[in-house]
Each structure stands twice: as structure tokens, then as C-alpha cells.
């Protein structure tokens, strides 16, 4: 049988996993940028709007890959 899920149901509303891990990544997207913000580290990057969108995908791709189990 596959173990791969299909769905995820949080209070009766089933949602795809990669959405799930999309909104987790983005809220862990979100805190990466406002510590690098309030450290001044942002001042390094070229682009940092760019800099988030790499960190959004990086976090949703390695949440998804630990939500799925693949």
C-alpha cells in the first residue's frame, strides 16, 4: 500500500500536503527574514525580496520532503 499521504485534514477541511508545507514554509520564510533583518544581515544580499522567495522555496521543498516521508 502507498504511505505517501494525499490529503491532511485539519478539523474535518482536507488540504494537500503541499500547501500545508507551503504555509509552514512560508511562516519559517518569514521569521529567517525578520532575524536577518534585525541582525543586519540582509545588507550582504543584493535583492534581499529575492533572497526570501530562495529561503520560501528551500523550506517548502525540505518541509514537504518531511511531511510526505519520499
Known sequence: MNQIPHEIAFGGVYMPPLLV???V???AAGFTAKLLNRYRLSK???YPPLVFVA???IYTFFI???L???
Do not use: H, V
Open 21 to 23: 508545507a507551503s504555509l
Open 25 to 27: 514554509g512560508a511562516i
Open 44 to 46: 550582504y544580499f543584493f
Open 55 to 57: 529561503l520560501l522555496i
Open 64 to 66: 514537504d520532503i518531511l
Open 68 to 70: 510526505t516521508g519520499i
